[in-house]
């Protein structure tokens, strides 16, 4: 069973571009969150969806982000035209309900330049 | 508000001692996690306690609970090198996101 894929590990973007990062859950997982990690500090959460539904995005911008699980495919956290401030590790963690373990990805560093 | 709070920031030890990290959290919980994340990679599931636990072991490590203090520690036995991390805990309370503390920086030293 593999586990969370995200892709890509690495983003370079400009300032004012766009950032797509995809979020592959375990297997059998329906719940996906989304967490941002700045260097030194904790993760904060973002977004939580299941399919077709975002739960709960408290933690995500109202502005520029956006997030999705559609019913095919994996998760997207979109970041429209991205400021310096967006950089950092984008963390996506899966669960097979919302009382269990969640499960990490990799992570995607996202650089803007 | 922000939860999991850990204690210390950082802790330096011998290759064999055992190490001790504590996490306070604010509001009521219903499980805290602990995890594990070397220095630039993701985070490695370690242990979740329910709030109805107050103790849970799995190998080296042991966790308890105090839900009166809302408080949480890590106990990793034995250490070794490869030990070396830093460690979050993570509170869930009725919304089920994971609120993280800022981490122990925990270096094991041969």
């Known amino acids: 069973n593999a586990g969370v894929m995200q892709n890509p590990r690495h983003l370079v973007r400009r300032r004012g571009q766009e950032a797509r990062l995809r979020c592959s859950p375990m297997k059998g997982h329906s719940h996906v969150y989304w967490y941002r990690q700045l260097p030194e500090e904790g993760l904060k959460f973002m977004v939580y969806l299941q399919k077709e539904n975002i739960i709960d995005e408290s933690g995500m911008p109202k502005e520029r982000f956006s997030a999705e699980f559609p019913k095919e495919g994996p998760s997207i956290l979109r970041i429209q035209q991205v400021v310096r401030g967006d950089s950092a590790a984008y963390f996506c963690?899966?669960?097979?309900?919302?009382?269990?373990?969640?499960?990490f990805g990799p992570g995607t560093r996202l650089t803007v330049t | 508000s922000q939860q999991g709070e850990e204690d210390p920031q950082a802790l330096s030890i011998q290759e064999g001692e055992n190490a001790t990290m504590n996490c306070s959290y604010k509001t009521s919980i219903n499980n805290l996690q602990w995890y594990r994340q070397n220095s630039g990679r993701g985070l490695v599931h370690l242990i979740l306690i329910r709030s109805n636990e107050r103790e849970k072991h799995s190998g080296r490590l042991r966790v308890t609970l105090d839900t009166s203090k809302k408080s949480s520690s890590l106990l990793i036995t034995a250490s070794r090198a490869a030990d070396t991390a830093s460690y979050f805990c993570?509170?869930?309370?009725?919304?089920?996101?994971?609120?993280f503390g800022s981490g122990t920086r925990l270096l094991v030293r041969p």
């Open positions: 993570a509170a869930s309370g009725s919304s089920y996101k994971l609120i």
């Open positions: 963690a899966s669960s097979p309900g919302r009382e269990s373990e969640q499960y």
